[in-house]
Nanobody
């Protein structure tokens, strides 16, 4: 099974993007799904995650701006990103546990 992420792109500061991530097969049950991001030369960092009980976690730097949600019927996780700034520029990866699956990454570029 693979995770397929989409929705990245280029946007001006203050704009919005919505990322989506879905598995290539729907026969798995994921406990936690989340989004991470990474820039060249830096460690991958968690952005947000959500449990099967719909309990969200947000990194401090996105609180109040990003919203994570999931559709358990399709195992799809979404990341609504509002009020983007240049520091949000990164490759965003989705993740699914307990299998520790990673998506291929989708690039988000925010211009100031």
């Amino acid at each position: 099974v693979q995770l397929q992420a989409s929705g990245g792109g280029s946007v001006q500061a203050g704009g919005s993007l919505r990322l989506s991530c879905a598995p290539s097969e729907d026969r798995f049950v994921f406990d936690v799904m989340g989004w991470y991001r990474q820039n060249p030369g830096k460690q991958r960092e968690v952005v947000a995650s959500i449990s099967r009980g719909d309990n969200p976690f947000y990194a401090d730097f996105v609180k109040g701006r990003f919203t994570i949600s999931r559709d358990k019927t399709t195992n799809t996780v979404f990341l609504q990103m509002d009020n983007l700034n240049a520091d949000d520029t990164a490759v965003y990866y989705c993740n699914a546990r307990p299998f520790n699956l990673w998506g291929q990454g989708t690039l988000v570029t925010v211009s100031s």
